[in-house]
């Protein structure tokens, strides 16, 4: 191969061998200015070749950014390597010598051969970088795609879940609005309960107030039968409480009692009407003070038993007044004296609320002691209740009221008579 100095290069397409071909152009110029004279001095060709970084056209590509300097170490080797072999075949133009022209020319094309092959390799390399990218690309693209496709199935999903949420919110508002009625069929029902458990005819009024008078009587014996216990003198106690009262019979002085607990049930008491279903839905008044200590039932057994019970009576039945301070501060006792007591104060409660609720014009009445005896108001108890009212006017025999037992109630027209205790009375 032979080549001169006013040889041009074809200039190569790629970006490398453009470098290359720029290199050698440098290279080519350079070397040419090296001799001074036709014969050469050829000591300055052993010297060190300095390679200035402004004389190399800088590269930018894609792989600057990259940082892939391996290449670029292999092209400036080979460039050098290149610069070498040119000058040892300019060199051997002088003197000319065709063997070392040939040997030169041999290294020229090897290292431009070089090149050549960092160029393939580097086309090699970026195809293989387009075609891994494109694959990534590509399954770049499969991962939007399939992104996109899951986005659209949770956008249904929420849709569907939208839509089951309306329905449910529909539903729970049906729900609502038929709990609501099924509160009001409630309310009506349970307060057909109450109406029905309530005292709303004459007839259960009188029930009541049979019940309330045998509560009163079961209520005194255990009274007395503690008075004996601790020592009261029972004859002093019922001329106390009913003084100048005749007793048919000497046994027949337990009525007084019954009176002095009815009289202090029943004071300072004005009809009124008021609801007793609470209390009536227990069968034993107890369980009702339990469940509102508070209520006005809870307050009238307290301010009832603190009347009937008088703070003596109890210290002597119980030895302390403990039992009474327990009492007065709201609280009730689980005791059967106090239970006894409540299922009293329970059928008074309940007969004084539900008279005026059946009739509101109804009345409470009493008799005066010395009254006479009279079967269309009054009904005499223990075995004198047998007797009938004199209906002739000679009639020498009449009974006189000793003491009046529980009050007697007018309900429209029907009168609830009265309990006494009368006894037989000769006039002249």
Not at 168 to 176: F, H, S, T
Not at 198 to 217: G, M, N, R, T
Not at 363 to 369: D, E, L
Not at 379 to 389: L, M, P, R
């Amino acid at each position: 191969m032979e080549l001169s100095t006013n040889t041009k290069p074809v200039k190569p397409s790629s970006n490398i061998s453009e470098m290359v071909y720029k290199f050698a152009k440098v290279c080519k110029l350079k070397s040419i200015g090296v001799f001074t004279s036709e014969t050469p001095n050829l000591q300055h060709l052993h010297r060190p070749i300095e390679v200035q970084p402004h004389s190399i056209v800088e590269v930018k590509t894609k792989e600057d950014s990259c940082g892939d300097l391996g290449i670029l170490n292999k092209i400036f080797d080979s460039v050098l390597d290149l610069k070498f072999a040119y000058l040892e075949l300019q060199q051997a133009h002088i003197p000319y010598d065709p063997k070392k022209i040939v040997a030169a020319d041999d290294a020229v094309v090897a290292e431009i051969g070089k090149l050549c092959k960092i160029k393939r390799e580097y086309k090699e390399k970026q195809s293989k970088k387009a075609i891994i990218n494109a694959e990534l690309y590509e399954l770049f693209m499969k991962e939007i795609m399939a992104k996109e496709a899951f986005l659209g199935k949770l956008k249904s999903r929420k849709s569907a879940k939208d839509s089951k949420l309306i329905r449910l919110r529909q539903l729970r508002d049906d729900l609502e609005i038929g709990n609501k009625n099924l509160s009001e069929k409630i309310k009506q029902i349970r307060l057909e309960e109450r109406k029905n458990s309530s005292v709303l005819s004459v007839a259960k009024f009188q029930d009541v107030f049979k019940a309330a008078s045998k509560s009163i009587h079961d209520f005194a014996k255990p009274l007395i039968s503690l008075m004996k216990a601790s020592g009261w003198d029972l004859d002093i106690a019922t001329k106390s409480i009913e003084n100048n009262a005749v007793y048919s019979k000497k046994c027949d002085k337990k009525y007084a009692f019954e009176a002095y607990i009815a009289r202090r049930m029943f004071h300072g008491i004005a009809l009124t009407s008021y609801d007793v279903s609470d209390v009536m839905k227990f069968d034993d008044p107890y369980d009702a003070l339990m469940e509102n200590p508070e209520s006005n039932f809870a307050s009238f057994c307290r301010a009832k038993y603190l009347l009937v019970v008088h703070p003596e009576m109890e210290e002597a039945f119980f030895g302390n007044s403990e039992y009474r301070e327990f009492i007065a501060s709201g609280k009730h006792p689980r005791t059967e004296f106090y239970q006894l007591f409540a299922r009293m104060a329970k059928w008074i409660w309940v007969l004084l609320g539900s008279a005026v609720t059946i009739d509101p014009n109804a009345t409470m009445f009493s008799v005066s002691k010395g009254s006479i005896f009279s079967t269309a108001y009054m009904e005499s108890i223990g075995k004198e209740n047998e007797f009938a009212s004199p209906s002739d006017e000679e009639q020498l025999v009449t009974y006189k009221v000793q003491f009046m037992i529980m009050p007697g109630f007018k309900i429209g027209p029907t009168i609830v008579k009265s309990r006494v205790y009368a006894s037989q009375h000769r006039s002249s």
